[in-house]
């Protein structure tokens, strides 16, 4: 995953035709989205990046709460 690049529209057109990625859409408040936006925009990243990279981190963060909760006492 590249963490700083500038906005490539191929590289969306090939994520998009890729049998290896998958569309997920959710509604978030507007100002919240604007303000994401903007951030990937100054930061030269896409929100295709981010969310991958927030994704992943959440699953990561849930298998150590099931660790801690599934071990015996």
């Known amino acids: ?3 700083r690049h500038s906005y ?3 590289e ?10 998958s569309q997920i859409t959710g509604y978030v408040p ?6 994401f936006r903007v951030a990937c ?3 030269e990243i896409s929100q295709s990046d981010v969310m ?4 992943t981190q ?9 660790d801690v909760h599934d071990k015996p006492r």
Do not use: C, G
Request: proline residues 3%; aromatic residues 6%.
């Open 58 to 66: 959440w699953l990561q963060d849930l298998e150590i709460k099931k």
């Open 41 to 43: 925009t100054r930061l």
């Open 8 to 10: 490539k529209n191929s």
């Open 12 to 21: 969306m057109v090939d994520k998009r035709r890729s049998p290896d990625f």
């Open 30 to 35: 507007k100002s919240l989205a604007t303000e």
């Open 52 to 55: 991958e990279k927030l994704i």
């Open 1 to 3: 995953m590249t963490t």
